[in-house]
């Protein structure tokens, strides 16, 4: 039973699927997978964006502009949101560090007499 593999290529991010097949080589008793390329993975919504049936030429990654509305909207939703919660972040950091710094000085002054 065939089922998908991805790779990922670590130079440039693209991922590739991939469809395995197992068989058993007549010759050496052992098992064997067999596996061919499907097409690589769009990485906005997961698809797999098959290979071209002509030799030597690519299918077209869909655009951003290809992508439906309703999927632009929500990506733009998305990316707003992420910027909120990494600036709430930069705050709670901050706001951490004062904090400590704070309980620093009155464990130095409590140590020293002062308090």
Known sequence: MPCIVYHKNPKNGTTYAYESRSFRD????KVRTKK???GRVDSITGEII???????KRNRTPRVQDVPEQ???QIETL???VTELKARLRASHE???TVLRAAAEY???A???KA
């Open 111 to 113: 140590d020293s007499g």
């Open 95 to 97: 706001f951490i560090e």
């Open 107 to 109: 464990q130095s002054d």
């Open 50 to 56: 098959p290979k071209s049936s002509e030799p030597g």
């Open 36 to 38: 061919t390329y499907v």
């Open 26 to 29: 007549p010759e050496t008793k």
């Open 79 to 81: 990316s707003h949101e």
């Open 71 to 73: 999927a632009r909207k």
